[in-house]
């Protein structure tokens, strides 16, 4: 059983286009995060959910918006999308937002803006 | 503000010997907790070791340990008997209240 899974594995598509990268995880987690990382393999959190509330949102462009129907599932929606977009993108769950709730990841969505 | 620091560059180790890979942390927040994690070539991450910043003990998860050293506010990771399958890129994390913040990460390559 898959803890946290993410869809698609790999989305390729033109700058200007809308895309959406789905979360869910089944650890019964209350918090869910995704995270960007760049092509220097630098990973940097974007927005973090408790409970279905944001209660992270690190300067990321009001054309990313994440959306949590429930605690099981954060997904990410990107608006005209730009080269610049091009990155893994990673879902993560933990339990609570405690120093010690180790993060659960995803496998990752590769985003290839041409 | 969180900050880590990895600045080794690629580290190179022989197959069966141990390694010790940096990693220097800045907060101000009075409890953190302190995480590695793996990713190889296949792009996942994955969870290998924490310790949390009032344990008493150095963190051990079988041939990982975190040689954590608080006055210094660092936290670096040895992994003993180093294997093929060792190779990848660490990152060091730390994790205050709700965030997570990574650092730049290490390369390692293990050589037969």
């Known amino acids: 059983d898959t803890a946290v899974s993410q869809t698609p594995k790999y989305l390729v598509t033109q700058m200007g286009n809308d895309k959406s990268i789905k979360c869910e995880q089944n650890?019964?987690?209350?918090?869910m995060y995704w995270y960007k990382q760049d092509s220097k393999k630098f990973l940097k959190i974007m927005f973090s959910?408790?409970?279905?509330?944001?209660?992270i949102n690190e300067t990321v462009p009001n054309r990313f918006s994440p959306k949590s129907p429930d605690k099981a599932h954060l997904n990410l929606h990107i608006n005209s999308l730009e080269l610049g977009d091009s990155a893994v993108y990673f879902c993560?769950?933990?339990?609570?937002?405690?120093?010690?709730?180790?993060?659960?990841f995803g496998p990752g969505t590769r985003l290839t803006v041409l | 503000a969180q900050k880590i620091t990895q600045t080794q560059p690629g580290m190179f180790v022989q197959e069966k010997e141990a390694v010790t890979l940096d990693c220097t942390y800045d907060?101000?927040?009075?409890?953190?907790?302190l995480f590695w994690y793996k990713q190889p070539s296949s792009g996942e991450m994955i969870f290998l070791i924490y310790?949390?910043?009032?344990?008493?003990q150095n963190a051990t998860e079988g041939r990982y340990s975190l040689n954590f050293q608080k006055a210094r506010k660092s936290a670096n990771l040895v992994i003993s008997a180093s294997q093929l399958g060792d190779s990848a890129m660490y990152f060091c994390?730390?994790?205050?209240?709700?965030?997570?913040?990574f650092g730049k990460g290490i390369t390692l390559s293990v050589r037969p």
């Open positions: 994390a730390m994790r205050g209240i709700s965030k997570l913040t």
């Open positions: 959910y408790n409970n279905k509330e944001l209660i």
């Open positions: 907060t101000s927040d009075p409890s953190y907790g």
């Open positions: 650890l019964g987690h209350d918090t």
């Open positions: 993560a769950s933990s339990q609570g937002l405690g120093t010690v709730a180790e993060q659960f």
């Open positions: 310790q949390g910043s009032y344990d008493q």
